[in-house]
């Protein structure tokens, strides 16, 4: 949980912030309790501190005649309930904050008072009871119900706590702004750093944000150019290659027609195609990892069903089932080589090629299924490697799948096998899927 919550810069950022500035609040509160406790009693509590000591003393000051008829007043005035206290001292729950009130009202006056205060239904907010003991005068109690208790609001945290809002929150608020601005240049630079791998070396990642943030960017930018021009250097040896190789085989095709014998010749012509093979193989291996294709709008049901009735005119046992269009965007050239050499794959060591489409919140599933005896497990992860063929009998040149892998790659995609039941191979194109344009 606590990895999901703080998995990205900007969290880790805000959650510094948060605990950073609760912590200061909570420091400057601590401080402000010590330093001066009573200034954090609310008014409201501390004006009925003092309406309590005053109708005391007022009572106190007058003959024994005249109290009841004062207090029947002050009853009503205040509306308070004042009778003379018994032995017995009223029970509930103690009220600290007012009577914390009337002790500071007593110290300042300078009387010689005991008190207390009790909630008797246990919340202060239903009504409390106050004990008043004079040294020199008759003990009293006053009984202050919830009506009256709902104008005095008995919270110690109250005026802190109020500060901490207004002071706190915008303060948090502020700086989770200021650690959004900071770490968004570096979001942006990771979601564009993730499209390396489909737009290939031509991407240039934009370079804003902190001193640090563009300093990377720069250097990834740098990488990038670099890579840049190691592929332009290995286009053109691939060229040359293409060009210096196919000249002598056309030659040695011409040769080969001369040579006598039939049977000579025959298994010359057929190393010589084998040849032919392994090095077009090859250099379509290279030009699907150099190769510069722009993305385009795609439909790649339709490139499915093309490929698959090109196999089927050719003789091959090839169907497509799935959805009529699937558009996404891709390189077309490169998409329909490495399906194309799965759909091979299939007919040739499956027997037949069944293709579908599946479609997922934000990618694209093509899946080519067969027949065939599938491969064995331990080779699963290594038949997608150049020049590994998983039949060491096959004629083929082991890089058809390293290629359809390679392509993938190119998308931002993957290239997965995996066995069916009870027998055949599934080989799947999962590739991400963009808006079209």
Same mark, same amino acid.
């Given at each position: 949980?606590?990895?999901?919550?703080?998995?990205?810069?900007?969290?880790?950022?805000?959650?510094?912030?948060?605990?950073?500035?609760?912590?200061?609040?909570?420091?400057?509160?601590?401080?402000? %309790?010590?330093?001066?406790?009573?200034?954090?009693?609310?008014?409201?509590?501390?004006?009925?501190?003092?309406?309590?000591?005053?109708?005391?003393?007022?009572?106190?000051?007058?003959? =024994?005649?005249?109290?009841?008829?004062?207090?029947?007043?002050?009853?009503?005035?205040?509306?308070?309930?004042?009778?003379?206290?018994?032995?017995? *001292? =009223?029970?509930?729950?103690? +009220?600290?904050?007012?009577?914390?009130?009337?002790? *500071?009202?007593?110290?300042?006056?300078?009387?010689?008072?005991?008190?207390?205060?009790?909630?008797?239904?246990?919340?202060?907010?239903?009504?409390?009871?106050?004990?008043?003991?004079?040294?020199?005068?008759?003990?009293?109690?006053?009984?202050?119900?919830?009506?009256?208790?709902?104008?005095?609001?008995?919270?110690?945290?109250?005026?802190?706590?109020?500060?901490?809002?207004?002071?706190?929150?915008?303060?948090?608020?502020?700086?989770?702004?200021?650690?959004?601005?900071?770490?968004?240049? %570096?979001?942006?630079?990771?979601?564009?750093?993730?499209?390396?791998?489909?737009?290939? =070396?031509?991407?240039?990642?934009?370079?804003?944000?902190?001193?640090?943030?563009?300093?990377?960017?720069?250097?990834?930018?740098?990488?990038?150019?670099?890579?840049?021009? +190691?592929?332009?250097?290995?286009?053109?040896?691939?060229?040359?290659?293409?060009?210096?190789?196919?000249? =002598?085989?056309?030659?040695?095709?011409?040769?080969? *027609?001369?040579?006598?014998?039939?049977?000579?010749?025959?298994?010359?012509?057929?190393?010589?195609?084998?040849?032919?093979?392994?090095?077009?193989?090859?250099?379509?291996?290279?030009?699907?990892?150099?190769?510069?294709?722009?993305? *385009?709008?795609?439909?790649?049901?339709?490139?499915?069903?093309?490929? #698959?009735?090109?196999?089927? +005119?050719?003789?091959?046992?090839?169907?497509?089932?799935?959805?009529?269009?699937?558009?996404?965007?891709?390189?077309?050239?490169?998409?329909?080589?490495?399906?194309?050499?799965?759909?091979?794959?299939? #007919?040739?060591?499956?027997?037949?090629?069944?293709?579908?489409?599946?479609?997922?919140?934000?990618?694209?599933?093509?899946?080519?299924?067969?027949?065939?005896?599938?491969?064995?497990?331990?080779?699963?992860?290594?038949?997608?490697?150049?020049?590994?063929?998983?039949?060491?009998?096959?004629?083929?040149?082991?890089?058809?799948?390293?290629?359809?892998?390679?392509?993938?790659?190119?998308?931002?995609?993957?290239?997965?096998?995996?066995?069916?039941?009870?027998?055949?191979?599934?080989?799947?194109?999962?590739?991400?899927?963009?808006?079209?344009?």
């Amino acid at each position: 949980m606590r990895r999901f919550f703080l998995r990205t810069t900007a969290r880790q950022v805000g959650f510094v912030v948060g605990i950073a500035t609760i912590s200061s609040n909570l420091l400057v509160l601590s401080v402000w %309790l010590f330093l001066a406790p009573g200034s954090v009693l609310p008014g409201s509590v501390r004006a009925m501190a003092a309406e309590v000591i005053a109708v005391s003393e007022t009572l106190r000051a007058l003959p =024994p005649e005249q109290q009841p008829a004062v207090m029947a007043a002050a009853a009503e005035a205040l509306r308070w309930r004042i009778a003379p206290l018994g032995a017995d *001292e =009223p029970a509930g729950a103690p +009220d600290n904050v007012l009577n914390r009130a009337l002790r *500071e009202r007593v110290q300042e006056r300078g009387l010689n008072i005991t008190h207390r205060v009790v909630a008797p239904d246990g919340s202060s907010r239903r009504g409390i009871v106050i004990s008043l003991r004079p040294a020199d005068a008759p003990a009293l109690s006053i009984s202050i119900g919830a009506e009256r208790m709902r104008d005095v609001i008995p919270s110690i945290l109250l005026p802190p706590a109020t500060i901490m809002l207004l002071l706190g929150v915008p303060l948090l608020l502020v700086l989770l702004w200021v650690a959004s601005r900071i770490t968004r240049p %570096l979001a942006r630079l990771a979601q564009a750093a993730g499209g390396i791998s489909s737009a290939g =070396p031509a991407l240039r990642l934009p370079e804003g944000g902190t001193a640090e943030i563009q300093g990377l960017a720069r250097a990834i930018n740098g990488l990038l150019e670099r890579l840049r021009q +190691d592929v332009a250097e290995r286009s053109r040896i691939l060229a040359g290659i293409s060009h210096d190789l196919r000249t =002598p085989l056309t030659r040695l095709r011409l040769r080969v *027609e001369g040579v006598p014998g039939d049977a000579l010749r025959q298994t010359l012509r057929g190393d010589l195609h084998r040849m032919e093979t392994i090095i077009t193989a090859s250099l379509t291996l290279f030009e699907a990892e150099l190769r510069e294709e722009p993305h *385009e709008a795609l439909d790649v049901a339709s490139l499915a069903q093309t490929v #698959c009735d090109e196999h089927a +005119d050719a003789g091959h046992d090839a169907a497509y089932a799935g959805p009529a269009h699937v558009v996404l965007r891709a390189q077309p050239a490169a998409l329909q080589r490495a399906l194309t050499n799965l759909v091979d794959n299939a #007919c040739k060591h499956g027997g037949a090629a069944r293709v579908s489409i599946e479609e997922a919140p934000g990618a694209v599933s093509i899946m080519v299924d067969d027949d065939g005896p599938g491969i064995p497990p331990t080779d699963l992860p290594l038949v997608t490697e150049a020049f590994r063929r998983g039949d060491s009998s096959s004629a083929g040149t082991g890089l058809g799948l390293a290629i359809a892998t390679s392509i993938a790659r190119a998308h931002g995609g993957r290239l997965e096998l995996r066995n069916r039941e009870p027998t055949g191979l599934r080989a799947s194109l999962h590739l991400p899927r963009t808006d079209a344009a």
